[in-house]
């Protein structure tokens, strides 16, 4: 069965540092999404990408953040000197769609970020 | 703003009898809501859907409930088994939209 992947399972890094965060999306798929839950928190939208470009994208997902698809098939989150706060579980989904086809995420099994 | 929301963070069952998991939202113009199960260390995985043109969707001993006047939804679970448990967001996403609203989420235990 086609699934997302996520690498890696578990980062640490300093503050201050940059991090990216790696997903395979499942091949047809043409949306791309990255969500994160702070531990004990509800699972957050950062960033929807579609056609190359972000579609939509939260408040969350500031200057300190991008997103690409460097090479049609990874899907990579950039977080640009990283904040204590930034620690969390990020998950990559994927979601294919037709028109009228309402399509639901899948996920990858997350990448916890620990920022010291 | 929490525009899903889910007021139970736990909920205990015994095995064989029915979870019944709530869900409530703030937003009218959601058309589309979804459930998924997610077991630790894992990503959540979706369970159920249901389009708002509907006010049930039944899948195997799942059967979502929706009551859009209320604004609420519930994910109805029987038989609970052993292997439910887990934590259960809601979500939801307008049909025109990509983006999907996720709840706190419910941690449901079975007990045998």
């Known amino acids: 069965e086609p699934e997302v992947t996520q690498t890696p399972s578990h980062q640490v890094t300093q503050m201050g540092q940059e991090v990216i965060l790696r997903c395979v999306p499942i091949?047809?798929?043409?949306?791309f999404y990255w969500y994160r839950q702070i531990l004990g928190q509800k699972v957050e939208f950062l960033v929807s990408?579609?056609?190359?470009?972000?579609?939509?994208k939260s408040e969350i997902f500031d200057d300190q953040f991008s997103v690409e698809r460097p090479d049609g098939s990874n899907f990579t989150l950039k977080i640009r000197s990283t904040k204590l706060e930034d620690s969390a579980m990020y998950f990559c989904?994927?979601?294919?769609?037709?028109?009228?086809?309402?399509?639901?995420?899948?996920f990858g099994e997350g990448s916890r970020l620990t920022v010291l | 703003d929490q525009q899903v929301k889910q007021n139970s963070p736990s909920l205990s069952v015994q095995e064989g009898r029915i979870s019944i998991l709530n869900c409530d939202y703030t937003?009218?113009?959601?058309?589309?809501f979804l459930w998924y199960k997610k077991y630790p260390a894992e990503g959540p995985t979706f369970l159920i859907s249901?389009?708002?043109?509907?006010d049930k969707n039944e899948d195997g001993r799942f059967t979502v409930f929706l009551n859009k006047s209320a604004k609420h939804l519930s994910l109805h679970i029987v038989p609970s088994q052993p292997g439910d448990s887990a934590v259960y967001f809601c979500?939801?996403?307008?049909?025109?939209?990509?983006?999907?609203?996720f709840g706190t989420g419910t941690s449901l235990t079975v007990i045998p």
């Open positions: 091949s047809n798929h043409l949306y």
């Open positions: 937003n009218s113009m959601f058309d589309y």
């Open positions: 989904a994927s979601r294919w769609t037709l028109e009228g086809n309402t399509g639901e995420l899948f």
């Open positions: 990408f579609y056609n190359n470009e972000i579609s939509e």
């Open positions: 979500a939801a996403r307008y049909l025109t939209g990509n983006q999907f609203y």
């Open positions: 249901i389009s708002s043109i509907k």
